[in-house]
């Protein structure tokens, strides 16, 4: 591994209005955002969907999107996540073995022991990424075929511009617990946001706002060995 890059996942108050839940025993719902594409062959929506904590994922959301068909990006199925989008061309910068670390919003459920906050959930280790820009007709449906669990396929829409990485089955994982890697700060006029707690600002060598989903890259030796140890890889 010479690199790791963190991306944020998972349903948000900007999309979808809320936050997956973390648990008093320490697990946590990995959530994803609602699924906009009506011609889509995903069938599971938050109504249809029981979580690890017994729950329909319907009890978490907005009644609004309840029945709405969600967009499992990434999934720890077979591993893949996908991305057409400006960020494709940072996915493109990473190689086999690297690690691709997903964090996402949580708030506490029914207990006061957790932060609402932003937490690390899991992680692949790259084992493919695969360009659709450069595979020819007979290549896309082999690959469309192969990785059907992918959200991004399931939308049967263009795979202009799509990007999908693949993790090593072995060695990519939804974490039983996630990390909490934020706290808060305000900004010179006093809101509130999430930034990389100091604690992770030593050990990961990253620093200021994560509430977006803005790209971190993490190359420094001794702070890729201190994100190993924290995963516990």
Request: one cysteine or more; hydrophobic letters at 35%; a positive charge.
């Amino acid at each position: 591994m010479k690199k790791a890059m963190l991306l944020r996942v998972g349903i948000d108050k900007g999309c979808g209005g809320a936050l997956a839940p973390i648990f008093e025993d320490g697990t946590f719902e990995y959530i994803p955002i609602p699924k906009g594409d009506p011609d889509s062959s995903e069938f599971r929506t938050y109504s249809n969907t029981i979580g690890i904590g017994g729950h329909l994922f319907a009890d978490y959301v907005p009644k609004k999107i309840k029945n709405n068909p969600m967009h499992y990006d990434p999934e720890f199925e077979s591993f893949t996540y996908g991305d057409p989008t400006t960020k494709r061309k940072r996915l493109l910068k990473l190689n086999k073995e690297d690690l691709l670390v997903f964090y996402a919003g949580l708030t506490p459920f029914m207990n006061n022991k957790f932060d609402e906050a932003l937490y690390i959930i899991g992680y692949f280790s790259i084992n493919e990424i695969i360009n659709f820009n450069e595979l020819n007709k007979e290549e896309t449906e082999k690959v469309s075929i192969i990785y059907k669990n992918n959200a991004h396929i399931k939308r049967n829409f263009s795979y202009h511009d799509l990007v999908i990485v693949v993790g090593d089955k072995e060695k990519s994982r939804l974490l039983d617990k996630p990390v909490l890697i934020s706290s808060r700060k305000n900004n010179k006029i006093g809101k509130s946001y999430h930034a990389v707690s100091p604690e992770m600002e030593e050990l990961l060598g990253i620093k200021g706002s994560i509430q977006r989903s803005i790209q971190r890259v993490i190359e420094n030796h001794e702070n890729l060995n201190n994100l190993k140890k924290i995963l516990e890889i």
